[in-house]
């Protein structure tokens, strides 16, 4: 018996330790960990600088709350609007708190209501995140929802522009759909999204909770499409393990949050933001990106190798990758936790695979022979 409510179907093991990619369980057995966290490990278990990141700043202070400046929060929005087109940040606790942000502010900017998402979509289990997302399995049982959400079908142009009249708000979406399926944007449906934002008063809000922070090669995924978002959510890769989540918005924006208009009590606390710091001096460098995006065509190289029939289809960008199978693939998530590597699930037939940005051209061999031994 359990003194938690039952949110989870939690797996029967708990990982105890950890380095780098391995870790261990509380029987001392050892994994490849491509979970991550679910895409929050970004530099792996116990990144030495991060301990000492967060070591050094917990001497200091904890916490002060928003009453008083937090010289850590500037500098860390400073890295995050670097050489982008960003101007200004907020920093919260978590994915759906950011997209609450992000829907508030498009809302209250615009004085309109009407937000389009899409289908297979995930933004999070607060009101809003949930009203958002395009999956009734989310939502069943939750009603009334936040008013004024429409799912359109991703990657279908048509149905978009059949949508569009000057009752919408914001266009939000995220450029790879993570929890639904590893489902990529099309070029076609971006540059259709992008020309609708730029020829109106639309904005577009880019949800990089689980793409951002060079999860995909890149710093955020959209830097890959023609789209140029007015908004964009972060959360998971941005604490590297800490909690910690954000946005980031242009400059026409700034004078819509006002005093008092937003906050939380938490956000952006000391620990949180000199933690993330030390993630965004690592990762935002163009050679660790370009190591990221190498060791993904990699491992895209040897998935394709281990699996050339045609049921099979590997999916993704960076290292947010899906392995499409022809089954269900829950019961080859324990199996292969069984052979000793960590998947997580995206949609029914989709085993995901988010190892650490740091994970090893070997390690990433051991999870394809794993793969192909267990599956085939
Ligand atoms: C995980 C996720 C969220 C929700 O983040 P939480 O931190 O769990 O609230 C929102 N959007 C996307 C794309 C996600 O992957």
Redesign the pocket.
């Known amino acids: 018996m359990s003194a938690l409510f039952n949110t989870y179907a939690r797996r029967p093991i708990e990982l105890v330790e950890g380095q780098g990619t391995i870790v261990k369980d509380q029987n001392g057995k050892e994994y490849l960990d491509f979970t991550s966290g ?2 929050v490990l970004s530099l792996g278990h116990a990144h030495p600088e991060l301990i000492k990141a967060l070591h050094d700043q917990s001497k200091k202070v904890w916490h002060t709350s928003y009453l008083f400046q937090i010289s850590g929060q500037e500098k860390l929005a400073e890295s995050l609007i670097k050489d982008n087109h960003f101007s200004y940040a907020f920093f919260c606790n ?4 950011a ?1 609450e942000a992000a829907i508030k502010l498009a809302r209250k900017h615009t004085g309109k209501h009407h937000i389009i998402t899409f289908q297979q979509s ?4 607060t009101f809003g ?1 949930m009203s958002a997302t395009g999956q009734d399995k989310i939502q069943k049982g939750f009603g009334p929802l936040v008013e004024k959400f429409t799912y359109l079908p991703f990657n279908d142009v048509d149905a978009l522009k059949a949508a569009v009249d000057n009752s919408v708000a914001a266009i939000m979406l ?1 450029v790879i759909q ?2 639904g399926g590893v489902n990529v944007i099309t070029d076609e449906f971006a540059k259709a999204i992008q020309d609708i934002c730029s020829n109106s008063d639309i904005l577009l809000i880019i ?1 990089e ?3 951002g922070i060079g999860r995909t090669g890149t710093r955020f995924a959209y830097e890959q499409t023609p789209l140029k978002p007015n908004i964009v ?1 972060m ?2 890769g941005l604490g590297g393990g800490f909690p910690i ?1 954000g946005i980031l918005g242009t400059a026409e924006l700034h004078d819509t949050f006002g005093p008092g208009s937003h906050g939380t009590t938490f956000g952006g606390n000391p620990l949180g933001v000199a933690v993330s710091q030390k993630v965004i001096e690592i990762i935002f460098q163009d050679e660790f990106l370009q190591e990221v995006q190498k060791k993904s065509a990699y491992f895209v190289e040897k998935l394709e190798a281990a699996f050339p029939e045609e049921q099979y289809k590997v999916k993704g960008k960076g290292l947010l990758l899906g392995l499409e199978i022809d089954n269900e693939v829950a019961p080859f998530i324990g199996k292969l936790e069984e052979a000793g590597l960590l998947v997580c699930g995206a949609g029914p037939k989709v085993i995901r695979l988010l190892p650490p940005l740091t994970v090893s051209y070997e390690e990433i061999d051991k999870a394809v022979e794993i793969l192909k031994n267990t599956i085939k």
């Open positions: 679910i895409a978590s994915g759906a708190e997209n995930f933004h999070g289990r995140g995220e993570g929890e949800d909770v689980q793409t959510t959360a998971k989540g």
